[in-house]
Nanobody, 117 residues
Framework: QVQLVESGGGLVQPGGSLRLSCAASRSISSLYAMGWYRQAPGKQRELVAVITSSRSTNYADSVKGRFTISGDNAKNTVYLQMNSLKFEDTAVYYC???????????WGQGTQVTVSS
């Protein structure tokens, strides 16, 4: 069982920055992967960024070069640094954790990010 709590969302102007945090209830080094997904109104939830236990990362093409995912083992927290935000980044952002043996996926409650002038 993994509980995830996101924070850091808010309202930001285009070109601005935000940092999202996802605090896990257990050591993130014990998790197979953690990721950030987002869901905009009327759209399907999509992968934004993922980081594995070996610290490899992967990003959606739409955020490459602007977003950075990272983890802090000491704080059991994964971050999503979002720079150069665009209107189309507006969505609810969800944290996800995956464990193996057997495979299980856990979700946070989501945090709203709104990019508006």
């Amino acid at each position: 069982q993994v509980q995830l709590v996101e924070s850091g969302g808010g309202l930001v102007q285009p070109g601005g920055s935000l940092r999202l945090s996802c605090a896990a209830s257990r050591s993130i080094s014990s998790l197979y992967a953690m990721g950030w997904y987002r869901q905009a109104p009327g759209k399907q939830r999509e992968l934004v960024a993922v980081i594995t236990s070996s610290r490899s990362t992967n990003y959606a093409d739409s955020v490459k070069g602007r977003f950075t995912i990272s983890g802090d083992n000491a704080k059991n927290t994964v971050y999503l640094q979002m720079n150069s935000l665009k209107f189309e980044d507006t969505a609810v952002y969800y944290c996800n954790a995956v464990i193996l043996g057997p495979w299980k996926s856990y979700w946070g409650q989501g945090t709203q990010v709104t990019v508006s002038s």
